[in-house]
């Protein structure tokens, strides 16, 4: 099974000039998903994370089954007002715009070890507000995977001020 064979690109998509890799149609073939899963646990697993972090929303449907399989909790990052107060919130830059995440101030981090895990690394905007909200909390970034890394967006170099690893399955 080669999981890759089922990601969809969709050019133009949210706007001109942007290719959009769009993994959903990954999660609908059992094997497929199965072999993601099977694959980020195996990189994972060895960051010895008490916690996994993710963004809305395709970094939910990775984290959520990965989270179980490490017998870790699970901290969903959402989009502006869909949490209620007190929340920490974290402006960032998107290859196609602005936007903002939020997290519960009450998220129990403080001294635990946590991996950020997103589908697609792109220009990093967004797992770099995660791991500001993750710090913010008091936690150790152990690391960050995804599914896809976009080598020409070099999203890598803003992280390259968090020593932690940068693991994806596959850089395109």
Known sequence: MAWMDYLREIPDFPEPGVLFRDVLPVLAVPDAWREVLDSLEQQVRPLGAHVVMAPEARGFLLA??????LGAGLVPVRKPGKLPDPVFRERY??????????????????????????????????????????????????????LIELKALNGRSRLDDIEAPVLALERL
Do not use: S, W
Request: charged share 25%; hydrophobic share 45%; net charge negative.
């Open 93 to 146: 830059t998107l290859e196609y715009g602005e936007n903002q995440l939020e997290v519960e101030e009450t998220t129990v981090l403080k001294g635990r070890r946590v991996v950020i895990v997103d589908d697609v690394l792109a220009t990093g905007g967004t797992v770099k507000a995660c791991a500001h909200l993750a710090e913010r909390l008091g936690a150790e970034i152990a690391g960050f995977a995804f």
């Open 64 to 69: 959520a089954p990965l989270a179980d399989r």
